[in-house]
Nanobody
């Protein structure tokens, strides 16, 4: 079961690091997608990290968000820098087979419960 953590309330321009881990299964062989959903909006794919470490980012977060993985800790991270109010959302991680369709939530299987990121102006 995936578990996200690290969400918080920060001011505009601040940073957070989100974590995604699974206590029962190794994440080594999965691509991990990061999605977010703001109130009243559709779920949006923002990033994906393949099992080999290659990454993809949505244009809206490119240059500000960085995905990484620590296989020893079975944890995937999403570093969020220069946060803006429009980044406010619940952030989810999910398992997939690759990142080619990283913006399509239907291609991802197991999901975490989400972690809230709130950015104040």
């Amino acid at each position: 079961q995936l578990v996200e953590s690290g969400g918080d309330l920060v001011q505009s321009g601040g940073s957070l690091r989100l974590s995604c881990t699974d206590s029962r299964y190794t994440l080594d062989y999965y691509a991990i997608g990061w999605f977010r959903q703001a109130p009243g909006k559709d779920r949006e794919g923002v990033s994906c990290i393949h099992h080999d470490g290659t990454t993809r980012y949505a244009d809206s977060v490119k240059g500000r968000f960085t995905a990484s993985r620590d296989k020893a800790k079975n944890t995937i991270y999403l570093q969020l820098n220069n946060l803006q109010p429009e980044d406010t959302a619940v952030y989810y991680c999910a398992t997939g087979w690759d990142c080619s369709g990283y913006t399509d939530s239907k291609l991802f299987g197991a999901w975490g419960q989400g972690t809230q990121v709130t950015v104040s102006s």
